[in-house]
């Protein structure tokens, strides 16, 4: 069964400072890959997505993620974190070309340090 | 811009009543999604409709029905509520199915 594993529930870094946001997943074919934030009170916002191609993927806000088949990781990147990026960061996997599932990790919190 | 909204983004009701939350689109999706999101768990799918009156049931359907009669409204329907229903729930949409747009959310407490 398909899974996704968010190894780090709290993160806290200072502003500034780079962060990387880790995430394995558990599929057996090419999954589908996204990041998503969510601020506080709100809904989810799609920071980025793979689905082919170039392993390295580039979003919104500054952040790029790396697909790495060998380690099952789909790694989210930021080289300086600002203020406003604290919130709760979630990545996911669909699972197959038509499939309308998305399997949700637990989620990491960034806490940001002036 | 997709733009999904819910009709409320708190609610308090007491056990036993029946809940409707409503959650509409304004991009001519045809899928829409409803989750609740709870602490440690991520976001676990309750139902998912793909057409006017279609519906599958997702990882955690017990408890609750959905209803899409027109294309832009997808309602989550708690027929009987009870306190382990006290949620966040979240409706998405989208036109390919994987890249899903999240509404804000309801915060649903019931007493």
């Known amino acids: 069964a398909q899974s996704v594993t968010q190894p780090d529930i709290h993160i806290t870094v200072s502003e500034g400072a780079s962060l990387e946001l880790r995430c394995n997943y558990s599929y057996g074919a090419t999954p589908y890959l996204f990041w998503y934030v969510q601020s506080p009170g709100q809904g989810l916002q799609l920071l980025l997505k793979y689905f082919s191609g170039d392993t390295l993927v580039q979003g919104i806000k500054g952040f790029e993620a790396e697909f790495k088949r060998s380690q099952s990781s789909f790694n989210l990147r930021k080289p300086s974190v600002h203020w406003s990026d604290a919130a709760e960061y979630f990545c996911a996997v669909g699972a197959g070309k038509s499939s309308y599932k998305l399997i949700f990790g637990s989620g990491t919190r960034l806490l940001v340090r002036p | 811009d997709v733009k999904v909204t819910q009709s409320s983004r708190y609610l308090v009701k007491r056990t036993g009543e029946k809940v409707f939350l409503e959650c509409v689109q304004d991009m001519d999706h045809e899928n829409m999604f409803w989750y609740r999101q709870d602490p440690g768990l991520g976001l676990r799918l309750i139902y998912f409709s793909y057409d006017v009156k279609m519906k599958e049931k997702g990882d955690i359907p017990e408890g609750y029905s959905v209803s899409r009669e027109k294309k832009e409204r997808f309602s989550l329907i708690l027929e009987s509520a009870s306190t382990n229903q006290t949620s966040m729930y979240l409706c998405?949409?989208?036109?390919?199915?994987?890249?899903?747009?999240f509404g804000p959310g309801t915060r649903l407490t019931v007493l």
């Open positions: 998405a949409s989208s036109l390919d199915p994987r890249t899903q747009y």
